[in-house]
């Protein structure tokens, strides 16, 4: 294999010039505040503006107009998780216009991957990805969301992100 | 606790209250009582020099410590972002947090390790940086204001032994030893190869360093660094105290830069230490207080080196034309001096820092091969021409610039009869196995 190397010039020979025109650039940006200014995010005090509508953060359980949990507990999403980091448990539900309803839903968000293929799975639109990133805990059994923390999530972002579409609750 | 916590200012006031009141009189009561005394002990050299050789080396310690947080900094604006500012105001608190750090991790010995060595090694390495400042001239002569118009002055330097420059060269030497003996007491082969790598790499820098401090000797005629700096401050070209080593052997100065850079373990030639980013190198099985002092070590070497190219070539204390600051022997003008002496050393250290982030680094042929095919000819070269102008008696400067000019563009010259190649291997590998390498 033959290896073109392109010739250097007179005064990249000399090396010396080059340096100094590398630091040149070099100094350029030391001293060039203003495109600090522009680049840098200070965190926390200054957050990243994020496409709300798109971004995947923590789950939510939505809530449908009389307040119950939407979902029916088809096992679609848990089905569909690549992670396997969905465990619910289905019962009969007390509600007339519904055949089952989940007793457990738990979700552990440290195994998820964040994907959104448990809300793209949903066939009523009951699981959701919100905009919420900054997720902290103590232990990891605290970072295991059962029902009713999906549900408080879901009572924080309603305003934040409403739900896609109407809450399917009969089957017409 | 809750006082202090909604109080802060006001408890700290008051604790300044405190404690530097009675610090204050016990100030004014002993220098009321023993003032003859200490003024007598002042005027003395050698306890003058004790007193200097404190507060140069809490000064040092201090400067050590924030050059971490220098270094931080201008890499961060060089690579468009800011460096630590959270801790404290604009991060000023970072070397603190680092320092406590450092104190409070675990310290791990390995097992099988050479005891005395791997303890040693640290120590060596910061301990030989150090002493490299007793014969930096940080602010000429001076007297108190106490001594007689015809007493002896004293000079603001540490000891000003006869053979400063060769007791500077023979500590700097010492430094291999640490990095040597961390890599081999380590009982890890990486450790010990990067350790060797580093020694060859100061080994083979310390001949063009010690050449170009020949020049400049050869230049002065005198070992003793408040010579050297005393004879820049005559004038030329009609400027008073232009009389700088650099205005004379710009080349020597270069390459005096190039072979600090090298003996520093700096960029571009840190291949020691990048061995230690990437796989493991002298320091790896150090942790807390021994790794610290590596790293301080290295901050040690550069303001080393930085204080020593300042005094040989670029005039040490003097700014041309001003000559209350270069020759009057008063304590504020010494004062002044010592910030000029620090300013320059200051400017120096953040030429390297940029250095560092403006240049990939060697690899470690090209280090070896730049360091005695070109530096170690064009320095021999160099103190050959500047005998050879003394000997001849032709005038200084002149001969000295035109020296430096041709000697330049001859190298140059050599470098474009190899095809530009200075360390690389491409003239060689065509001769030796007939691999034709295709120009362009």
Request: hydrophobic content about 45%.
């Given at each position: 294999m033959q290896v073109r190397q392109p010739t250097l010039t007179t005064t990249e020979r000399l090396y010396l010039p080059q340096i100094l025109g590398g630091m040149k650039t070099t100094l350029r940006h030391m001293f060039h505040k203003r495109l600090r200014d522009e680049t840098v995010v200070q965190y926390p005090e200054h957050k990243r503006v994020l496409r709300k509508e798109n971004y995947r953060g923590v789950h939510r359980l939505n809530r449908d107009e009389q307040g119950r949990v939407a979902c029916?507990?088809?096992?679609?999403?848990?089905?569909?998780?690549?992670?396997?980091?969905i465990h619910i448990e289905g019962a009969d539900s007390p509600w007339p216009d519904r055949e089952k309803y989940p007793i457990r839903f738990d979700i552990d968000e440290l195994r998820c991957i964040y994907c959104g293929m448990c809300e793209e799975a949903c066939p009523v639109d009951a699981i959701?990805?919100?905009p919420e990133y900054q997720l902290?805990?103590?232990?990891?059994?605290?970072?295991?969301?059962?029902k009713e923390k999906l549900l408080m999530v879901y009572d924080r972002t309603r305003g934040e992100k409403p739900r896609k579409s109407p809450p399917i609750t009969g089957y017409e | 606790m809750n006082f202090f916590k909604a109080h802060p200012i006001f408890c700290v006031f008051c604790a300044l209250i405190l404690v530097g009141l009675p610090a204050l009189f016990a100030v004014a009561w002993a220098w009321a009582a023993w003032h003859e005394a200490i003024q007598q002990a002042m005027a003395d050299q050698l306890y003058f020099s004790v007193f200097l050789a404190v507060v140069v080396f809490g000064v040092i310690m201090g400067a050590v410590a924030y050059c971490i947080l220098l270094e931080r900094k201008i890499s961060a604006w060089i690579q468009d972002r800011y460096g630590p500012n959270r801790v404290g105001p604009c991060g000023l608190l970072q070397p603190i947090a680092d320092g406590l750090k450092f104190l409070l991790k675990e310290d791990i010995i390995p097992a099988n390790v050479d005891k005395a060595l791997f303890l040693l090694a640290p120590w060596m390495i910061f301990v030989v940086a150090l002493i490299g400042f007793a014969i930096?001239?940080?602010?000429?002569?001076?007297?108190?204001?106490?001594?007689?118009?015809?007493?002896?002055?004293?000079?603001?330097q540490v000891s000003s032994i006869d053979i400063g420059l060769l007791y500077l060269l023979a500590v700097s030497s010492l430094g291999v030893y640490g990095v040597v003996l961390g890599g081999w007491s380590s009982n890890n082969k990486y450790s010990f190869y990067g350790g060797m790598r580093a020694a060859a790499q100061m080994l083979s820098y310390e001949i063009p360093m010690g050449l170009c401090i020949l020049v400049a000797i050869l230049m002065s005629g005198q070992l003793r660094l408040e010579g050297i700096v005393a004879a820049q401050s005559a004038e030329l070209l009609g400027v008073s105290a232009l009389n700088w080593n650099v205005c004379y052997y710009p080349l020597a100065a270069l390459i005096l830069f190039i072979t600090a850079l090298a003996e520093a373990n700096r960029m571009p030639f840190d291949l020691a230490e990048s061995e230690q980013e990437l796989v493991g190198g002298y320091h790896t099985e150090y942790s807390a207080m021994k790794l610290a002092l590596f790293f301080l070590a290295e901050y040690a070497h550069m303001i080393t080196a930085s204080a020593f190219m300042v005094a040989l070539f670029?005039?040490?204390?003097l700014i041309p034309g001003w000559t209350w600051l270069n020759e009057d022997t008063g304590v504020a003008a010494m004062l002044c001096r010592m910030a000029v002496t620090a300013a320059k050393i200051f400017g120096f250290i953040v030429l390297m820092m940029v250095v560092r982030w403006t240049l990939p680094r060697f690899r470690f042929d090209q280090l070896m091969r730049l360091g005695w095919k070109w530096l170690v000819p064009i320095s021999m070269i160099l103190v050959a021409a500047q005998t050879v102008i003394?000997?001849?008696?032709?005038?200084?400067?002149?001969?000295?610039?035109?020296?430096?000019?041709?000697i330049f563009l001859a190298a140059g010259f050599f470098a474009a009869a190899r095809d530009g190649k200075i360390t690389g291997r491409q003239s060689s590998l065509r001769r030796r196995t007939g691999v034709s390498v295709q120009r362009a």
């Open positions: 029916v507990a088809c096992f679609m999403c848990e089905t569909a998780c690549p992670a396997h980091c959701e990805l919100t902290v805990g103590h232990s990891r059994d605290e970072m295991i969301f059962d | 930096i001239p940080w602010g000429g002569e001076f007297r108190w204001p106490w001594m007689a118009d015809d007493a002896e002055p004293l000079t603001a670029f005039g040490g204390y003394i000997y001849a008696d032709w005038p200084r400067w002149p001969a000295a610039l035109a020296a430096n000019v041709l």
